[in-house]
């Protein structure tokens, strides 16, 4: 059997993520691809406790952030992400440990080589095959967020966090060919069109 194929989705607040990852969700079934949605921090009952915590605890220390994202990660990876792709299931993921590097290690400043010893021991070699980015200036972002619904604990930072967010994503970008930066300060249609574009490079059927 196949391995399925792992899709991260990432962004900071406000870009539509949710809105174009059910697009996508909607695309794969459409092409008949087996698939699970998930979410990070969450998609085990560990996961989404600990999710509770990070996004409404009201005395939550950096580091503390940082080690209950990837005590998350961990159950996931091993409880949801694995054995789905060990099926054939293509995984895709709202959020990976591409964001624990630009939310605790771009906005919270925390040292990139804390994030990268701990998704040494919770990922070994498991990285996403592909990253879509939806990346927009910070100010529409954040405009949108709070037309939205009220911020949580995160969501609640200022412009200049925000800012050094998405600067370590793009960061990101430039380093790893898995990343497609989608531009999504552009009107839905065409960035689902920027998406599905990806997705038939994908391999997956036209």
């Known amino acids: 059997m196949q391995a399925g194929l792992f899709i991260t989705v990432e962004g900071v607040e406000g870009v539509g993520k949710t809105t174009n990852i059910e697009y996508i969700k909607n695309w794969l079934q459409h092409q008949g691809i087996d698939y699970v949605v998930t979410r990070e921090p969450g998609g085990t009952d560990l996961g989404e406790s600990l999710r509770n915590l990070l996004l409404h605890g009201d005395d939550v220390s950096d580091k503390a952030e940082l080690l209950m994202m990837f ?3 961990s159950q996931h ?3 949801v992400i694995k054995p789905a792709l060990a099926a054939g299931r293509w995984v895709l993921c709202d959020r990976f440990t591409d964001s624990t590097f630009a ?3 771009g906005g919270r400043q925390l040292n990139p080589e804390w994030i990268r010893q701990l998704e040494t021991l919770v990922q070994e070699e498991l990285q996403p095959d592909v990253t879509f980015l939806l990346d927009c200036p910070v100010e529409i972002g ?3 967020a709070a037309a939205r619904s009220a911020s ?3 969501e609640s930072q200022d412009l200049v966090f925000f800012n050094r967010v998405r600067d370590a994503f793009l960061h990101r970008a430039s ?3 898995r990343f497609r930066v989608i531009d999504a300060s552009q009107d839905l249609l065409q960035v689902q069109q920027q998406i599905e574009s990806v997705l038939v490079e994908l391999g997956a059927p036209s």
């Open 71 to 73: 005590a998350a990660r």
């Open 77 to 79: 990876i091993e409880k």
């Open 103 to 105: 939310y605790q290690g």
């Open 142 to 144: 954040r405009a949108r």
């Open 152 to 154: 949580d604990r995160i």
């Open 175 to 177: 380093l790893y060919d």
